[in-house]
C-alpha cells in the first residue's frame, strides 16, 4: 500500500441511472464521500436508497445496461477507475478490491470444494505452485477463524453452516490481500450471535490485512458496531456524513433522527412513516421531505441542498442544518396524513 495522507477511495458526485421502461432511475444520483486507508466507513439507509448501487458502481458490478453511470469519478489510489477497461476492472475485482455479498450460498459454487475456490481466486492474481496455494488457503481458513482448516479446506460448502460459509466468502475476498473490502449486508442472512462473530472477525481481519471496508448495512446497531465514519443515503443522495459520533451524538438531518428513533431500545419502534419517493421521478427539493416533520417551503424546491460542512468531517444536506442553534422550524405532524395515505399504496 502507498504511503500517503490522501483518501483511499475517493467517490466524487456519482450518478448511476438504469434505464427501465418506466424510465430512468437515478439510483445514485450525485454522490461524494471518501474512505481513508484503514478505515471502516458504513453506508446506511433504508432499502432502496442505492447502498448497493453506489458500492457496486466502484468496480462496475452493475448490470450495463441497463445501468449506466452517467456522471461523477471514482478515485481508487489516486487513478479514476470509471476510465478502466473491462480487462482492468477484472484484474481491480479480487485483487485490490474484494466484495463480500449478503448471500453466501450464492457466492460459492456448490460442484467444488471450498479449497479449490480459494485457490482459484488466489491464483487469478498470484503465482504460486499447487502446493503454495493449497498452504496459503488454509491460512486463509485459519484467518477467518474456520477449525481445523487443513482438514476443512477439501469439503464442499454445503457441509459448511451459513455463519462458516460467510466465513469461507470472506477469505476467497481476502484471497488476494485486498485494500479495500466493500461488504454488502454481509450478516443480514445470518442470525445475531453468528453475526456479532463476523463483525468481529472484519474488525480483526482489518487490523491484520491493512485493508480499509465499505460496510453497507439498514441497521444502524451494526454501524454503531464498525463503523469509523458513515454515509446516510436516502433516495440516491447523501443526506449526512461524520464520524460515528457525529452521526450517533450530533446528527443533523431530520432523516438520521428517523433512522436513530427505530433503533431498538428507543422509543419509537415503528418504522419511518411513508415511503421513499419514486425512483423515476423524485421530489424537487430535499428528497426526504414528504416525510420531514421540519420541512418547509424552502424544503420543497430546487436541488438537494449541498451538503453543508457543519463541523470538520462533518456534512448535512439540509436548509435547517442549523436547527437547534439558530431555533426550529415549527415541526408539523407529517407523521399522520402520511401514515394514513401509505397504508393505501
Ligand atoms: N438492475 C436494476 N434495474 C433497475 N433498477 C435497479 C436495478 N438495480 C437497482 N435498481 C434500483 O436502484 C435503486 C437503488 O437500489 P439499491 O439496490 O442500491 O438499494 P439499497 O439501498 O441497496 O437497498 P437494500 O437495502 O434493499 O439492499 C432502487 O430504486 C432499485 O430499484
Ligand atoms: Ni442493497
Keep these: 500500500m502507498t504511503m500517503t495522507d490522501d483518501p483511499l477511495l475517493s ?28 478505515e471502516t466507513v458504513c453506508i446506511v439507509g433504508e432499502s432502496g436508497s442505492g447502498k448497493s448501487v453506489t458500492s457496486e458502481s466502484i468496480t ?12 461523477g469519478e471514482v478515485y481508487f489510489d489516486g487513478e479514476d477507475v470509471t476510465e478502466l477497461s473491462t480487462g482492468e476492472l477484472q484484474e481491480l475485482r479480487g ?10 450460498q450464492g457466492a460459492l459454487n456448490p460442484v467444488y470444494t471450498v479449497g479449490y475456490q480459494i ?27 474456520i477449525p ?47 453475526e456479532a462473530q463476523i463483525l468481529d472477525l472484519l474488525r480483526d481481519l482489518q487490523d491484520e490485512y491493512d485493508m480499509s471496508i465499505v460496510f ?40 438520521t433522527e428517523a433512522l436513530l428513533e427505530c433503533l431498538p431500545g428507543q422509543s419509537n419502534l415503528e418504522p419511518i412513516p411513508g415511503t421513499l419517493p419514486s425512483a423515476t421521478d423524485p421530489p424537487d427539493g430535499c428528497r426526504f ?12 424546491v430546487g436541488d438537494q441542498p449541498a451538503l453543508s460542512e457543519i463541523e470538520d468531517g462533518h456534512g448535512v444536506s439540509c436548509v435547517h442544518w442549523q436547527r437547534g442553534s439558530d431555533g426550529l422550524p415549527e415541526p408539523t405532524d407529517v407523521r399522520g396524513p402520511v401514515r394514513s395515505t401509505g397504508g393505501e399504496r
Design 119 to 145: 485457490r482459484e481466486a488466489i491464483d487469478a492474481h498470484h503465482d504460486l505452485s499447487k502446493a503454495e496455494a493449497r498452504q496459503r488457503a488454509i491460512r486463509l481458513l485459519e484467518d477467518v477463524g
Design 11 to 38: 467517490i466524487r458526485n456519482l450518478q448511476t441511472y438504469f434505464h427501465t421502461d418506466d424510465g430512468v432511475v437515478k439510483a445514485v444520483d450525485g454522490v461524494s464521500f471518501d474512505v481513508d486507508r484503514g
Design 60 to 71: 462496475q458490478l452493475i448490470p450495463i445496461p441497463p445501468g449506466e453511470i452517467v456522471g
Design 289 to 300: 421531505h414528504d416525510r420531514c416533520e421540519y420541512a418547509t417551503e424552502e424544503c420543497r
Design 148 to 194: 481445523e482448516a487443513a482438514t476443512r479446506i477439501d469439503d464442499y460448502p454445503h457441509e459448511f453452516s451459513g455463519g462458516m460459509k460467510q466465513r469461507v466468502v470472506i477469505a476467497i475476498a481476502l484471497a488476494c490481500e485486498p485494500d479495500l473490502l466493500i461488504a454488502d449486508e454481509p450478516t443480514t442472512a445470518l442470525d445475531v450471535t453468528i
Design 216 to 255: 453497507i448495512t439498514h441497521d444502524l446497531g451494526v454501524v454503531a458496531e464498525i463503523a469509523d465514519r458513515v454515509v446516510v443515503m436516502y433516495a440516491g443522495k447523501v443526506m449526512e456524513t461524520g464520524s460515528v459520533e457525529d452521526i450517533f451524538e450530533n446528527s443533523a438531518h431530520p432523516y
Design 95 to 104: 485483487g485490490r478490491i474484494g466484495h463480500v455479498f449478503q448471500n453466501p
